[in-house]
Nanobody, 124 residues
Framework: QVQLVESGGALVQAGGSLRLSCAAS????????VGWFRQAPGKQREFVAA????????DYAGSVKGRFTISRDNAKNTVYLQMNSLKPEDTAVYYC?????????????????WGQGTQVTVSL
């Protein structure tokens, strides 16, 4: 069992930056890929970014590519999502998830564990 806790969500102005963190309750480096998803009100949860077990591979949704960066520190059992040049359409609850696989996964149904989410609000 893996427990995930997100943090770092906040209210920020458009053009600003935030760094989200996803802390795992146990060591995930050897077996787990991690992804970030988001869900805006009235919309389905969508893929944002994902990283392989050792950080060697990453993938991004087209809407965030070039603005967001996913990284991980396996010594701290933590995955980060650096978000720059934020836009109002980035407003959502952001969730991290862990999948028992060493490769990058982008489909929500492939993930085994989910955090409770952290709210990101981007104002004009």
């Amino acid at each position: 069992q893996v427990q995930l806790v997100e943090s770092g969500g906040a209210l920020v102005q458009a053009g600003g930056s935030l760094r989200l963190s996803c802390a795992a309750s146990r060591r995930t480096s050897s077996s787990y890929a991690v992804g970030w998803f988001r869900q805006a009100p009235g919309k389905q949860r969508e893929f944002v970014a994902a990283i392989s077990w050792n950080g060697g591979a990453t993938d991004y949704a087209g809407s965030v590519k070039g603005r967001f960066t996913i990284s991980r520190d396996n010594a701290k059992n933590t995955v980060y999502l650096q978000m720059n040049s934020l836009k109002p359409e980035d407003t959502a609850v952001y969730y991290c998830a862990a999948a028992y696989t060493i490769v990058v996964v982008t489909t929500r149904y492939q993930y085994d564990y989910w955090g409770q989410g952290t709210q990101v609000t981007v104002s004009l």
